[in-house]
């Protein structure tokens, strides 16, 4: 019984990656983009300052876009600007409410520090890697 027991603990063990994003949501397609930040640029300066969320809106950036946030000293938040909880729409882009993104669909508001909300479904999160005044967001 003991050995069936390691073998089962050493596949977890070993397909766990500390660098995978889950996002598993079956309203949102998992787009594959790369799309660099450049936060010395003036629309991008917000994010040299904690607290203050942009949304990104360029060109393949996403599904409806990106919500990016620094958090601190050179750590960033990066989601998906749709609402996790409804398949893409004419409402289903997030409004940024101070740090928080709302769904205008149904009002329903998550942390752009945790991703969480009062839905089913957090906000489908990006990785972010920083290099200078570059971020370079990717799925």
Not at 54 to 68: P, Y
Not at 110 to 138: D, F, I, W
């Amino acid at each position: 019984m003991k050995p069936y027991f390691l073998i089962i603990i050493a596949i977890f063990t070993l397909s766990c990656h500390k660098d995978k994003v889950v996002n598993e949501n079956p309203y949102l397609p998992n787009y594959s983009f790369s799309v660099v930040i450049n936060t010395s640029l003036p629309s991008y300066s917000n994010l040299n300052f904690p607290s203050n969320p942009v949304l990104i809106t360029n060109a393949g950036a996403g599904v409806k876009g990106i919500i990016m946030m620094k958090v601190g000293t050179d750590d960033y938040r990066a989601y998906e600007a749709s609402c996790p909880n409804q398949y893409p729409s004419d409402c289903s882009q997030l409004t940024i409410n101070g740090i928080n993104g709302k769904c205008p669909c149904d009002n329903v508001e998550y942390s752009l520090y945790t991703g969480v909300g009062a839905g089913q479904y957090p906000l489908k999160s990006y990785r972010v890697e920083v290099s200078g005044a570059n971020l370079r967001v990717y799925n």
